[in-house]
């Protein structure tokens, strides 16, 4: 495989033709139609680890997916400026220049939390076990195995690409979701597998989780990886393929804001001591003379986090991107499918991985992260069986089937409906389950 090859339909648009725009680029593009879009803007309501509105220095999924787009968009523009003074016929085959890999990189990193649930990374599994329970038994019978799958292990990756692609038919008659370019789909899918059978075992990151649901899978295949030359990885039971090769530095952008800036979230709400994040930052950073000379002056502990954050960050764009430019034949080949910073140099992964163990022990392990998760465990199941019966049952249900916007209840089969309820419950901000949640049950009435 060429990058000729991934590239030469890269800017083609889902079921629409793009009209030539001086001004921006089919990715600038891309970003904005996302940006603007009503999914994108509810994750500002959404947790990403610690609750809100506890302090205004918390990150919600909407600055983290802003601050991770900044961070995809540096990597992919130091890479993109290497790639293509390396292989000048990228620009001459594909029109794909320099400075479109930040851009498209920025674009899917915009995206990459659109289709996570409230309550953060619980959330996942609180609808994942509302479906796996007795509860759930009758109302998923006649479901096939993949179908089950598909909701017994719901996946935040796999909802916001249906959230992408898709466009109610109640909505319009236009197909095609936010209509995005192929190259940005196939960045934005960082596990381009079905739900079964599971392959984690493989040890490959393409397929440590799923990507895509069986609603979605037939235009995946057709649309995004034929068109994309996306190398095939099926088996016997299922289909899969391994990335599009600017998604592992997605995967980079993420896992370094999510690491670094959380372990900050920690420190400025007291449950991680300022000595152990300068210590841990600072083992990160390639230091100088300079940086000597600029951390002295600064006299603030939280301005002084602020410096090490930034610059931690800063050394981690330089060294993913700088390993993924040494190994990128690897990884157009399909032979190298690994996180990125899983290749850092040994002393850097190991400082990396003290301050993911301390942001488990002291962060993702406190009394606010443990609340809000118990708070997920109970709203969620309890509004999947109410609309799950009403969807199923609507004549059983008809108050509480009113309460469905219209495109959550298309579809004809069981599996359709379900996983239109799960999409309406998930789509919802933390605030909003709440609030449906004690309506419902009689804990506080709407408008009193």
């Given at each position: ?93 594909t029109g794909i220049e320099a400075v ?294 609507p004549e059983k249900n008809r108050q ?22 799960a999409m309406f419950i998930s789509d ?21």
């Open positions: 495989m060429q990058w000729t090859d991934y590239f030469k339909f890269a800017k083609r648009r889902l079921y629409a033709d793009s009209k030539p725009d001086k001004s921006r680029s089919e990715f600038q593009k891309d970003y904005d139609r996302i940006i603007f879009s009503s999914a994108f803007r509810r994750l500002q309501n959404k947790t990403q680890v610690l609750p809100f509105p506890a302090s205004d220095y918390v990150r919600n999924r909407l600055t983290h997916s802003l601050e991770t787009a900044s961070v995809g968009r540096s990597i992919g523009n130091i890479v993109g400026e290497n790639i293509t003074r390396k292989y000048p016929q990228i620009i001459n085959e479109d890999f930040g851009h498209l990189v920025s674009a899917a990193c915009l995206a990459h939390d659109i289709g996570n649930p409230p309550f953060g990374h619980s959330g996942e599994s609180a609808i994942s076990s509302f479906f796996r329970s007795e509860k759930a038994f009758p109302l998923i019978k006649n479901l096939n195995e993949k179908q089950k799958a598909d909701l017994q292990n719901f996946e935040g990756n796999a909802s916001g690409f249906r959230i992408l692609i898709q466009t109610p038919e109640s909505s319009s008659n236009i197909k095609g979701g936010l209509r995005l370019t192929l190259g940005t789909y196939g960045t934005f899918v960082k596990y381009p597998k079905e739900s079964l059978p599971k392959r984690k075992k493989e040890k490959k990151a393409s397929l440590k989780k799923f990507g895509i649901y069986q609603s979605e899978m037939e235009i995946f295949e057709s649309e995004i990886a034929q068109n994309l030359h996306l190398i095939e990885q099926h088996n016997d039971e299922g289909k899969a393929w391994k990335r599009f090769p600017l998604t592992f530095l997605v995967e980079a952008a993420d896992d370094i804001c999510y690491h670094i800036i959380d372990f900050e979230d920690g420190f400025n709400m007291g449950f991680v001591p300022f000595t152990q994040v300068e210590e841990l930052f600072m083992n990160i950073i390639d230091k100088n003379n300079s940086f000597d000379r600029r951390y002295k002056e600064i006299k603030s502990k939280h301005e002084k986090v602020n410096y090490l954050r930034s610059m931690a960050i800063n050394q981690l764009v330089k060294d993913t991107s700088q390993l993924f430019i040494e190994n990128e034949k690897d990884f157009i080949a399909g032979e190298l499918d690994t996180s990125l910073l899983d290749l850092l140099p040994a002393i850097k992964k190991k400082n990396l991985n003290e301050v993911i163990k301390q942001s488990v022990e002291n962060i993702y392990q406190s009394d606010p992260v443990l609340k809000i998760e118990i708070a997920g465990s109970k709203v969620l199941p309890d509004l999947l069986h109410k609309f799950s019966q009403a969807v199923l049952f509480l089937a009113k309460l469905i916007p219209p495109h959550y209840k298309e579809g004809n089969s069981d599996y359709e409906k379900l996983l239109n309820v919802m901000t933390d605030r909003k389950a709440v609030e449906l949640y004690k309506n419902l049950n009689g804990i506080e009435l709407a408008g009193y």
